[in-house]
């Protein structure tokens, strides 16, 4: 990776972490689901408003370091206006991208989510990565109770 796309990342990382976005409980959410990454401490709650199978509103609250942050804050972005099969998909090449062993991976399928590439070199870290992930899963699977990463 060319170090000026790697501090662009990063900023946009820290822009996340500084300012989350859809940083709020939701009342009226259909979907509620708590996600815990023991190893690192990250805690989130994930908030879903369905219309049908489509996501029409995601929100979270918690707390956690800049990598889950980052990583939820983005998500939220990204899910709301997908449907349920949209989402998975995304989780899939979520996952693929920050655990894979391809190299060449393609970024540009990812979209604005490939500013979290870089974790996949830190293995601590993808936990944190993907905790939102694994939460939004449970979430769309309607499983209501607490997940964990461990
Ligand atoms: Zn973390």
């Given at each position: 990776m060319f170090d000026d796309l790697r501090d662009l990342y990063q900023e946009v990382i820290f822009d996340h972490n500084r300012n989350p976005r859809n940083f709020r409980v939701m009342d009226n959410a259909d979907r509620k689901v708590e996600g815990f990454n023991p190893l690192c401490g990250d805690r989130l709650t994930l908030f879903l408003k369905m219309k049908g199978n489509l996501i029409e509103e995601a929100s979270f609250q918690g707390s956690g370091c800049a990598i889950s942050t980052a990583s939820v804050s983005l998500m939220t972005e990204i899910i709301q206006g997908k449907t349920e099969a949209e989402a998975e998909e995304l989780f899939k090449k979520f996952h693929e991208m920050t655990?894979?062993?391809?190299?060449?991976?393609?970024l540009e399928a990812i979209g604005k989510l490939a500013?979290?590439?870089?974790?996949r070199e830190y293995p601590a870290r993808v936990k944190c990565a993907t905790l939102a992930w694994h939460t939004l899963d449970a979430a769309l699977k309607n499983e209501q109770q607490s997940i964990s990463t461990e």
């Open positions: 655990t894979g062993k391809d190299e060449h991976f393609n500013v979290l590439a870089g974790v």
